[in-house]
């Protein structure tokens, strides 16, 4: 069995990840830091708001259940992509709308959904989302995954 991954960024993770963890064929969740500077941040440290890291969720899915683009569906539905560096009470960098593409396929159907997205009118104001090369995805620490989830049990 192959599994894809996707990586977003959409504001604090505990939602996020929680938003992805259920769709139908998604097989892992993970939350964590990408897209800044720092080997190994912390929690503490992505708070600072000083290593460029977002708080991201590394999503494992089979792609025979979901594609791509469906998850990109569900990104866009779980946040606002139009407030920059911010997420409701959550402000700074490190909650910005970001999707982390790990190919050229991901980065093209990413594309093609972010032009979609603006041209839907759905929006207001100017979609902010960044699209950017996935590099390293550090994880964050283990009290963070599945927060919500396990605030519920």
């Not at 991954?5 to 993970?30: D, K, N, P, Y």
């Not at 939350?31 to 969720?57: N, Q």
């Not at 569900?74 to 490190?94: E, K, V």
């Amino acid at each position: 069995m192959t599994h894809e991954i996707a990586v977003f960024a959409a504001g604090c993770f505990w939602g996020v990840e929680e938003s992805f963890r259920t769709l139908a064929g998604v097989v892992s969740t993970a939350v964590g830091y990408t897209g800044g500077t720092l080997d190994k941040p912390s929690y503490r440290d992505v708070c600072s708001g000083r290593t460029g890291h977002a708080e991201a969720v590394r999503i494992g899915f089979d792609p025979g259940l979901t594609s791509y683009r469906e998850l990109l569906e569900s990104f866009w539905q779980c946040h606002d992509p139009t407030t920059l560096n911010r997420q409701g009470l959550d402000i700074g960098s490190q909650y910005r709308s970001a999707i982390f593409y790990a190919d050229e396929r991901q980065k093209q159907t990413a594309e093609e959904s972010l032009s979609r997205q603006r041209a839907s009118g759905r929006y207001r104001q100017s979609i902010v989302t960044e699209i950017s090369p996935l590099a390293a995805f550090w994880l964050a620490e283990p009290e963070h995954q599945q927060y919500l989830a396990r605030r519920r049990t």
